[in-house]
């Protein structure tokens, strides 16, 4: 297991999302609803389009490109052309940051 530091709280205020990059290689989605923080993969599982340019509900996440909405606390997409969910990550708030704790290796992305 590892624990990656993201961004600090105060950098995702209440109804924002803000992207932050793991590894110099992936991006992964900060994403603040109604006080409840979740990371997702930052890019939509359906083709290469970043995530923080779509619109954000209290529970949904649409990708601008082509529409698909995914739900924020599963991943699942909810309307095609999308398919596969998005990779969540698991949120720990600790010290005023925002880390994610995932399984060792290459960060879990679905594309
Ligand atoms: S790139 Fe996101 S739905 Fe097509």
């Known amino acids: 297991m590892r624990r990656i530091d993201l961004l600090g709280v105060d950098e995702v205020p209440d109804g924002t999302m803000k992207m932050a990059w793991v590894d110099g290689t992936d991006q992964v989605l900060v994403i603040n609803t109604n006080g409840r923080l979740d990371a997702v993969q930052g890019v939509c ?8 340019k779509g619109f954000l509900t209290a529970s949904t996440l ?3 490109l ?5 739900d924020l606390e599963s991943g699942e997409a909810l309307d095609p052309p999308a398919e596969l969910p998005l990779a969540v990550y698991a949120v720990v708030v ?3 940051r925002i880390l994610i704790d995932v399984p060792d290796g290459p960060l879990e992305v679905n594309d």
């Not at 599982?45 to 923080?52: A, P």
Request: with cysteine; net charge negative.
């Open 45 to 52: 599982s359906h083709e290469y389009f970043e995530l923080d």
């Open 62 to 64: 649409t990708c601008a």
């Open 66 to 70: 082509h529409l698909s909405r995914f």
């Open 94 to 96: 600790e010290d005023g």
